[in-house]
């Protein structure tokens, strides 16, 4: 009689090798989406990340937004956006900085994997744009919502560009290790599961997220916050390129190495 073998961690997961092999296939496949198709995503994916930041907003309004408690449950509150983008399925830039294990492997060019990235990050900015207008045109945010909205946009563009820079590098360091988590899981539960923590973790340490960025300070100047474009890509510029070297540097790079080409076979 033929045996089950043991799983001695009682967890029905894909092991880390497959998780590679698996997240490298998706990035091939990104990268090789039409031009429609991947606009289209990439603008769900903006306005999913921006239905977060919303929550967000929502959740700390009224509260003191240094408490650790407000803090935590600020970052659970975001958490909704990743999830939007995982199990229902959108294009997300920060997300993206993964395809570079499939470059490393040269089953992408770096033309295609520069194109994914120019066509998602634009689409993103749409998306979250769109909800500003949306949130705007109906009156939100309103009294303690509008203040706290306010206060992040004010503090979002008061960072230094070398703070912004590395609170980007340590943002995407936790969102790429939430999409490889995911990768991990068999079932939607498992991927809500998964993106959780690490994102709640990264809202919670005061991190900074470009995509988030695209709708929190738009819409807290919508509520009279003070600034304008300029501070706008002052602040997004070393915010993406922190997101860009915490992705595909800290972690995609990272586990290339530790899988490399062979990802998939073994487990470990």
Known sequence: MTQTPLNPTGLDAYQPSEIARRIEEAGVRKAHLPFV????????????IALGGAFYTVTIAGADPISGPVRLLGGAAFSLGLILVIVGGAELFTGNALIVMAWVDRRVSLQELSRNWVIVYCGNLIGALMLVALMALSGLPQGASAEAARAIAEGKMALDPVSAFFRGVACNLLVCLAVWLSFAARDAAGKIL?????ITAFVALGFEHSIANMYLIPIG?????????????????????????????????????????QAGGSTS
């Open 37 to 48: 198709r991947l606009m289209t995503l990439a603008v769900l994916a903006g306005a999913f």
């Open 221 to 261: 100047l919508t509520a009279g916050a003070s600034g304008d474009l300029m501070d706008i890509i002052a602040n997004l510029l070393p915010v993406t390129l922190g997101n860009i070297v915490g992705g595909a540097g800290g972690v995609a790079l990272a586990y290339r190495l530790a899988y490399g080409s």
């Open 194 to 198: 998964a993106i959780v923590w690490p």
